[in-house]
């Protein structure tokens, strides 16, 4: 049987708001590291089989003239929140193909591979309503319901409790290390770079960590 495939809603922050814990140690890199983050996690899902589309999130014209070069479908952020964005993806994605799965996936992924993507949307398909923690187990890098069913993010701060007691199915997969590696620290950067990080930031990285 023929999978479904999937809408992939990315939300991208203003590069003003973006990556503001790395601000001491990135300095001048912070808001290139922040377009770089973010292209290599969307080309990512758009190299993954079951991903159809990636509809990117937001206000900012720098990231969204990028994203859209790398082949995704753009739409303004209202700017009342994470998950209000990501609703707004959601709709978007709805008007583009109702019958596709939905899928939210946190921007700072730089490591992200896409068959360990593609393994993490096959299991969803399995619940109506699922997640994945990150790589702490504190936060959420992605969350997705099935065709027809209602999309309920709750990212932000302590997400992966706010999922699981909202009734989502967390995916406990092994070898999906990149879909969990996101990244607001310089030990996170190091960490996604053990992991392989993708074109875009391995330009940036070394400003970074060997600054």
Not at 43 to 53: F, K, M, N, S, T
Not at 82 to 97: F, M, P, T
Not at 135 to 159: K, Q
Request: charged fraction near 25%.
């Amino acid at each position: 049987m023929q999978l479904a495939r999937w809408s992939i809603v990315v939300p991208v922050k203003t590069l003003i708001r973006a990556k503001t814990r790395l601000a001491g140690a990135a300095g001048p890199y912070r808001a290139d590291l922040a377009v770089a983050v973010a292209s290599d996690t969307v080309a990512a899902a758009l190299a993954c089989p079951l991903v159809a589309r990636v509809v990117v999130v937001t206000a900012d014209p720098v990231p969204a003239e990028r994203l859209a070069a790398l082949g995704a479908h753009v739409v303004n952020d209202p700017d009342r929140g994470l998950n209000a964005a990501l609703r707004v993806g959601a709709a978007e994605a709805v008007q583009l193909a109702a019958g596709d799965a939905v899928g939210a996936l946190q921007a700072d992924l730089p490591a992200l591979r896409p068959r360990e993507l593609e393994r993490v949307l096959t299991a969803a398909l399995e619940f109506d309503e699922s997640f994945v923690p990150d790589a702490a187990e504190v936060g959420t890098t992605f969350y997705g319901v099935r065709p027809g069913i209602a999309f309920r993010p709750r990212f932000g701060g302590e997400s992966r409790a706010r999922h699981l007691s909202g009734g989502a199915k967390e995916l406990a997969l092994e070898a999906i290390p990149s879909v969990r590696r996101d990244v607001d620290t310089v030990e996170d950067l190091k960490e996604a770079e053990a992991l392989g990080l993708g074109p875009a930031t391995i330009q940036i990285a070394p400003h970074i960590l060997r600054a």
